[in-house]
C-alpha cells in the first residue's frame, strides 16, 4: 500500500502568518478595540486547543465566529472562519473545512488580501488531495503559486513546490515530485525553516520508500522526526511515527514497525483525528496479519472499514477492503474475500468515473459561472438598493410598533397599580370594621356579666367588676386605632381580661404565660387582640368555669429560623369536638373566632409573609388529655 503523504504543517503555518498579517490590518484602525481582542484571544486558544482535542478546539472556534458576524469587519470574520476551517481539516471532516476556507476567501476579497487568498486557496487544494481530486488539487496548487510569485512572497512559493511535489508523487510521478521537492528544500534552507524541512525530509522519506530505498528512507524519517521536537507539532509527530513504522515494515522488522504504530495511534485518538486513525487502523491489521495474530488482524481492519464509512474517506476504504480481502483470502474465506474484493473494485471504478466526469463538467461550468457571475454582481446591486429603500420604510414602522407596544404596557402596568393600591385601601377599612366589631362583642359579654352579678345581688362584686372593666376597655381602644402593638402590650391586655373574667366564675382558674427567652416584648410587633377571642371560647365553650383545676397555658416562641413568632394558647376544657357536640346549633360558630380568621386572612392579603392558624382537639393529639390547641404564627416584625 502506498504510504499517505502528510502536508499538514503547511495549514499551520500559514495561520501564524495571517496572525501577523491580521495584526498589520488592525493596526490601519489605529484604535484599539477590546472586543476584536478577545475574539483573537479566542481564535488563538482554539489553535493551541488543536494539539489536545479536536471537539474543545471547534467549540471555541464557532464561538469566535459567533462573536465576529456582528461585527461586520472582514479581517475578523475572515480569521475565525479561516482557523475553524483549519481545525476541521485536521479532524478529517473535510467538507466543513472546504466551507469555511470559502466563507474566508469571501472576506479576504473584501480587503484585497492577496496573500491570505493565496494560503487559504492552497489549503482548499490539501482537501481535493485528501479527498482524491488530484486535478483540481493541481489546479489550487498552481493558482496559489501564481499568487505567491507576484507577490515575491518566497515562503508561500516554497510551499506550493511542496504541495504539487506530493501530487506529482502520489500519481507515481517521482522524478518530477524530486524536481519540486529539491526547489522547496533550497527556499526553506535559505529562509532557515526548519519546520517546512521537516515537512519536505518526511516525504523524500516516504519517496525513498517508493522507490525500495528502505534504509535511506528511515533515516529521512528519524531526520524529522528529530527535528520536529523544535516545534513538537503532536499532528505532525503522528505522520512521522507512522510513516517510521511503515519503513520498518518493508524492513521486515513487524515488531518495531507496531511500536511505531502504537504511538502514532495514541496520538491520532487524543487529537479526535477520524483521518488519521482509519489510515493506522490499516497499517497496524497488516502487520498484525503478518504476525498471524488473526484476531487482532480482524479488530484492526473493522475498525479502519468503520471508520472510513462513517466519515466517507472513499480511499481508504477502498484500500481497507483491498487488504481485507487479502487477509480473509487467507484465513480460507473465499467467499467473504471474493465479496470484498468485489466492494474493493466496484469502489475504485466509480472513483475513476466521478474523477473523469468532474473534469468534463468543471469545463462546461466553468464558462456559465462566468456569465452567471456576470449577472449576479448586476443582481446583487439592485438588490442592495432596493434592501436600503425597504430598510428605511422598515424601521419607521417598527419605531412606530415599539411606540405602541411600550405605550400599551404602561397603561396597564398604571391600571393594575390603582387597583392595588384601592384593595389595600379596602383591606385596612375591613381590618378597622372587624375590630370596632370585636369592641362591642367583647363590651356585649362584659355587661352581661355585670347584669348577671346585680341580679344575684352583688352589689361588690358588680362594682369591683365595673371598675377593671373600665380600665380594660380604656387599654382596648386605644390599642384598637392601631394596626401593631408590643407583644408586651398584647399580653398585659390578655392578662387584665383573664382576671376580668375570673371574677365572674366561682372555681379558681389558673393560667400560665411561657415567652421565649430570646424574644423582646417591647420590640416585637403583633397585631392586637388577636388572641382574646381564643381565649374567651376556653373560657366559655371549654366549660371551663365548671372544672375545678381549670387551666389556660399561652406559649410564645420563635421558630427554629427565627423569622416567625409562635402563639399557642392551650387549656384543659373539654375540647372543641366535645363542645361541638353539646351546642344545640350544631352549625353555630363564635362569632369572636370568626372575626379573628377574617383578620388572618386580611392579614394574609395585604403581606407577602402568610400568618398560619391551626385549632386542635388534645385527644385527637393524645388520648389521655382533653382540651383545645390553638396555634398560629405570625411573621416576625420588629419595631423601628
Known amino acids: 500500500m502506498r504510504l499517505l503523504l502528510p502536508f499538514l504543517l503547511i495549514i499551520i503555518n500559514s495561520l501564524q502568518v495571517y496572525s501577523n498579517q491580521t495584526a498589520i490590518n488592525e493596526n490601519v484602525d489605529k484604535v484599539k478595540n477590546p472586543q476584536k481582542e478577545k475574539i483573537f484571544e ?68 473584501k480587503l484585497s488580501d492577496s496573500l491570505n487568498i493565496g494560503k487559504v486557496t492552497s489549503n482548499i487544494g490539501i482537501i481535493y488531495r485528501r479527498t482524491g481530486m488530484y486535478d483540481k488539487a493541481l489546479q489550487q496548487y498552481l493558482k496559489a503559486l501564481e499568487i505567491y510569485k507576484s507577490l515575491g512572497y518566497k515562503s508561500g512559493v516554497g510551499s506550493a513546490y511542496f504541495n504539487i511535489g506530493g501530487v506529482y508523487q502520489t500519481l507515481n510521478q517521482t522524478e518530477k515530485a524530486l524536481v519540486f521537492y529539491k526547489s522547496a528544500q533550497k527556499i526553506y534552507e535559505d529562509l532557515h525553516n526548519y519546520a517546512r524541512l521537516t515537512n519536505i525530509f518526511i516525504n ?62 495514541k496520538l491520532r485518538i487524543q487529537l479526535n483525528d477520524y483521518w488519521g486513525l482509519s489510515q493506522i487502523f490499516t497499517l497496524k491489521a497488516n502487520v498484525y496479519n503478518k504476525l498471524n495474530n488473526d484476531n487482532k488482524a480482524e479488530e484492526y481492519f473493522q475498525k479502519s472499514i468503520k471508520t472510513s464509512k462513517q466519515n466517507h474517506y472513499s480511499d481508504l476504504l477502498k484500500e481497507a477492503y483491498y487488504y481485507y480481502s487479502a487477509f480473509l483470502e487467507k484465513r480460507k474465506k473465499a467467499v467473504e474475500a471474493i465479496s470484498y474484493l468485489k466492494k474493493y473494485n466496484h469502489l475504485k471504478d466509480s472513483l475513476i468515473t466521478i474523477y473523469q466526469n468532474r473534469t468534463v463538467a468543471e469545463l462546461t461550468a466553468k464558462y456559465e459561472s462566468e456569465q452567471r457571475k456576470n449577472e449576479l454582481e448586476v443582481l446583487t446591486q439592485k438588490s442592495q438598493i432596493q434592501q436600503l429603500e425597504l430598510s428605511k420604510k422598515n424601521y419607521w414602522i417598527i419605531l412606530l410598533i415599539v411606540v405602541l407596544i411600550v405605550g400599551v404596557v404602561a397603561i396597564l402596568i398604571s391600571l393594575r397599580i390603582n387597583r392595588l393600591r384601592v384593595d389595600h385601601k379596602i383591606m385596612d377599612l375591613r381590618q378597622k370594621v372587624l375590630l370596632t366589631q370585636m369592641n362591642p362583642h367583647f363590651l356585649f359579654n362584659s355587661l352581661t356579666a355585670i347584669q348577671s352579678f346585680i341580679l344575684d345581688h352583688k352589689n361588690k362584686e358588680a362594682n369591683n367588676y365595673l371598675s377593671r372593666l373600665a380600665s380594660l376597655v380604656r387599654g382596648i381602644l386605644e390599642n384598637s386605632r392601631e394596626e401593631f ?28 404565660f411561657k415567652i421565649g427567652e430570646n424574644i423582646d416584648q417591647d420590640e416585637v410587633l403583633v397585631p392586637p387582640m388577636l388572641a382574646q377571642p381564643f381565649v374567651e371560647n376556653a373560657l366559655i365553650h371549654g366549660m371551663l368555669r365548671n372544672k375545678p383545676d381549670a387551666k389556660i397555658q399561652v406559649q410564645v416562641f420563635l421558630n427554629g429560623n427565627k423569622e416567625m413568632l409562635n402563639f399557642q394558647i392551650r387549656d384543659n376544657g373539654i375540647g372543641i369536638d366535645e363542645a361541638k357536640n353539646l351546642s344545640t346549633n350544631k352549625n353555630h360558630k363564635s362569632l369572636a373566632t370568626s372575626i379573628a380568621i377574617d383578620r388572618v386572612k386580611i392579614y394574609n392579603f395585604k403581606s407577602s409573609k402568610k400568618m398560619h392558624f391551626e385549632i386542635a382537639d388534645l385527644k385527637n393529639m393524645n388520648p389521655m388529655e382533653s382540651g383545645t390547641q390553638v396555634t398560629y404564627s405570625i411573621p416576625l416584625l420588629i419595631s423601628n
Request: proline share 1%; net charge negative; hydrophobic share 40%.
Open 42 to 109: 479566542i481564535i488563538k486558544c482554539a489553535e493551541q486547543l488543536r494539539d489536545s482535542s479536536f471537539d474543545a478546539s471547534i467549540k471555541t472556534g464557532k464561538q469566535a465566529i459567533k462573536l465576529a458576524l456582528p461585527s461586520n469587519k472582514a479581517n475578523i470574520i475572515a480569521a475565525s472562519c479561516k482557523s475553524l476551517g483549519v481545525t476541521y481539516f485536521y479532524q478529517g471532516v473535510f467538507d466543513s473545512a472546504q466551507y469555511y476556507y470559502e466563507k474566508s476567501i469571501l472576506e479576504f476579497n
Open 485 to 512: 402593638v408590643s407583644l408586651r402590650t398584647e399580653l398585659e391586655t390578655l392578662q387584665d381580661y383573664i382576671g376580668l373574667q375570673k371574677l365572674r366564675f366561682e372555681n379558681e382558674i389558673s393560667y400560665e
Open 204 to 265: 523524500m522519506g516516504v519517496l525513498q520508500v517508493e522507490l525500495n530505498n528502505y534504509e535511506e528512507s528511515l533515516t529521512l524519517l528519524l531526520h524529522a522526526l528529530e527535528l520536529n521536537k523544535h516545534a513538537e507539532n503532536m499532528q505532525l509527530k503522528s505522520t512521522i511515527l507512522l510513516n517510521i513504522g511503515q519503513s520498518y515494515v518493508f524492513l521486515n522488522q513487524a515488531d518495531k514497525a507496531l511500536e511505531y504504530y502504537n504511538e502514532c495511534e
